[in-house]
């Protein structure tokens, strides 16, 4: 069954007369998929990203397990409270899937049987992107969605072996409107690992850096991407695609600080 847990920052909104925060952000981890084998762990990713955010002056909605439904009412609630907040971020860990270079993002209820599935059964990543493009300055999306899944599979053996090509590995890289950066958990066209321990290697790095003082955000996915290589053994690159328009720090702190962290 979806749980949807939504934790609103009180100190936000009472400094702002009107109730909006100034940094909102949609947190998504699927775990218990219905119609594919579940995954260990989106559901710890999503709730220890939440925790963190949280703890830096977001003001978080976190979406555990849901399905298609709760999903687009999440997103909803999210789109209205973009509305007058400085900075908008979206985490997604869970299945995805390319096709014809498209993003679709999975909710745990999916079931890919066709091509035409995909209109009833995901949410476009376009489609997110398109709710947060009119809304803060700075919008920020971090996407651990790139593991090999069965959707992908099943897909591909359903279009035949004349278009199954039309399904990708992995997921496309795509275009980022002015003012936002995406950010992947391995590079273009590739799968990333699922892991051992708690989180993902893609989210633990993100962890380790997202409450360290003087580290902005372009600054910090370079250590993403440091971390996540050394310790895949290079197999998992992290990529990213940026069109910011001022710097962002999720902790704002001396560039000296950020330059004596350890992070090899």
């Not at 934790?7 to 009472?14: E, G, T, V």
């Not at 119609?35 to 909605?61: K, M, T, W």
């Not at 708690?198 to 993100?206: D, H, K, L, Y």
Request: aromatic share 8%; hydrophobic share 40%; with cysteine.
């Amino acid at each position: 069954m979806s749980r949807i847990v939504f934790a609103i920052c009180c100190l936000a909104l009472c400094a702002q007369s009107v109730g909006a925060a100034e940094q909102v952000a949609l947190v998504v981890g699927n775990s218990a998929y219905r119609h594919a084998p579940s995954l260990n762990n989106p559901r710890n990713d999503a709730e220890d990203i939440s925790a963190a955010l949280r703890r830096v002056g977001f003001e978080v909605v976190t979406v555990l397990d849901a399905g298609k439904q709760a999903t687009d009412k999440a997103l909803r609630r999210f789109r209205r409270a973009l509305k007058g907040a400085r900075v908008g971020l979206f985490y997604y860990s869970g299945h995805a899937i390319q096709v014809k270079g498209e993003n679709y993002l999975a909710p745990v209820d999916a079931v890919l049987g066709e091509e035409a599935d995909l209109d009833f059964e995901t949410v476009p990543l376009r489609f997110v992107l398109k709710q947060m493009h009119n809304g803060p300055e700075t919008n920020l999306v971090f996407l651990d969605a790139c593991r090999d899944n069965p959707f992908a599979r099943s897909l591909a053996r359903s279009l035949g072996a004349t278009r199954s090509g039309e399904v990708g590995r992995g997921l496309k890289r795509v275009q980022t409107g002015i003012g936002t950066l995406i950010a992947y958990a391995t590079q273009p066209d590739n799968v990333a690992l699922d892991g051992t321990r708690r989180n993902s290697p893609f989210t633990e790095a993100v962890l380790k850096y997202l409450e360290q003082p003087g580290l902005e955000v372009q600054q910090l996915l370079t250590r993403v991407t440091d971390s996540v290589a050394r310790a895949t053994r290079e197999q998992q690159i992290p990529w990213s695609s940026a069109s910011l328009r001022k710097d962002f720090y999720f902790v704002k702190g001396t560039a000296a600080a950020a330059a004596t962290d350890t992070y090899r």
